[in-house]
């Protein structure tokens, strides 16, 4: 296994969601027509919306309706794939 130096800076996933939601972009659920949610409680029931980032420390894009597995996470905290990351 190669070693390699990793630096992470990640967001509160917390205020990482309510930057996102403020952001305003419409969101297609399953090709469905564009959305805005009105409130941060309809935005968090979004499929897919949560988990963005261990879904891009696993490479997964961050709006990929994928549910997120137990595997995903510990791949997550031990082998992050890039030898720099930032999330902000």
Do not use: W
Request: aromatic share 10%; proline share 11%; net charge positive.
């Amino acid at each position: 296994m190669v070693m390699r130096p990793v630096v992470a800076l990640m967001r509160h996933p917390v205020a990482r969601l309510y930057s996102a939601f403020k952001y305003k972009q419409p969101i297609s659920i399953f090709g469905g027509p564009p959305k805005l949610p009105s409130t941060i409680e309809e935005y968090l029931q979004i499929p897919g919306i949560t988990g963005c980032q261990t879904k891009m420390i696993v490479g997964l894009p961050c709006n990929s309706f994928t549910n997120l597995t137990s595997l995903d996470f510990e791949t997550a905290k031990v082998n992050p794939p890039l030898s720099f990351y930032t999330l902000c």
